[in-house]
T-cell receptor
Framework: AQSVSQHNHHVILSEAASLELGCNYS??????LFWYVQYPGQHLQLLLK????DPLVKGIKGFEAEFIKSKFSFNLRKPSVQWSDTAEYFC????????????WGAGTKLIIKP | KAGVTQTPRYLIKTRGQQVTLSCSPI?????VSWYQQTPGQGLQFLFE???????NKGNFPGRFSGRQFSNSRSEMNVSTLELGDSALYLC?????????????FGPGTRLLVL
């Protein structure tokens, strides 16, 4: 069965620090990759997605992610975080193997210290 | 377009009761997926409905059921509630067309079982 692993459950950074959240998946075939964000008290929102093409994907609010097929990874990055980036971040993967149902990582809680 | 709506937003029930949650997808979306979100377990997939048919199912007991109507609105039912069913129940809609599998989430229904 497919699985998605997010390396860090909690990350604490200061404002202006650079961010990288890890995401690895187990499926070897063609995948669709997603990062979602859940701000405190708000619903899950799509941050960015990769279906095909340029492996460097840009999303909303200055976030980007790079798909590295050889490493089965889709890490999320932001060069300079803000206090408002405090949220929980979820990586998800879908494929033909999962009948295109999303397989979710456990989430990473990000806290930005002002 | 209006987003995904879920009703009710909050619900308090007692053990043994049953509950019905409702989800209205984004106009034109034919797929509705349901998830259970808890602090300890993260996002757990319940089931997906597409054009009134259950397309995928997660590993939940038969007490959890759902259906979808011809207008794509979906309901989820939980019978014989247990304390462990306390969670945020999320609904997501998707066009479910090749290349358009992105899921868009509603605000959720927070269920508390006493």
């Amino acid at each position: 069965a497919q699985s998605v692993s997010q390396h860090n459950h909690h990350v604490i950074l200061s404002e202006a620090a650079s961010l990288e959240l890890g995401c690895n998946y187990s499926y070897g075939g063609t995948v669709n990759l997603f990062w979602y964000v859940q701000y405190p008290g708000q619903h899950l929102q799509l941050l960015l997605k990769y279906f095909s093409g340029d492996p460097l994907v840009k999303g909303i609010k200055g976030f980007e992610a790079e798909f590295i097929k050889s490493k089965f990874s889709f890490n999320l990055r932001k060069p300079s975080v803000q206090w408002s980036d405090t949220a929980e971040y979820f990586c998800a993967v879908s494929s033909m193997d999962s009948n295109y149902q999303l397989i979710w990582g456990a989430g990473t809680k990000l806290i930005i210290k002002p | 377009k209006a987003g995904v709506t879920q009703t009710p937003r909050y619900l308090i029930k007692t053990r043994g009761q049953q509950v019905t949650l409702s989800c209205s997808p984004i106009s034109g979306h034919r797929s509705v997926s349901w998830y259970q979100q808890t602090p300890g377990q993260g996002l757990q997939f319940l089931f997906e409905y597409f054009s009134e048919t259950q397309r995928n199912k997660g590993n939940f007991p038969g007490r959890f059921s759902g259906r979808q109507f011809s207008n794509s609105r979906s309901e989820m039912n939980v019978s014989t509630l247990e304390l462990g069913d306390s969670a945020l129940y999320l609904c997501a809609s998707s066009p479910r067309v090749a290349g358009q599998e992105t899921q868009y989430f509603g605000p959720g229904t927070r269920l508390l079982v006493l």
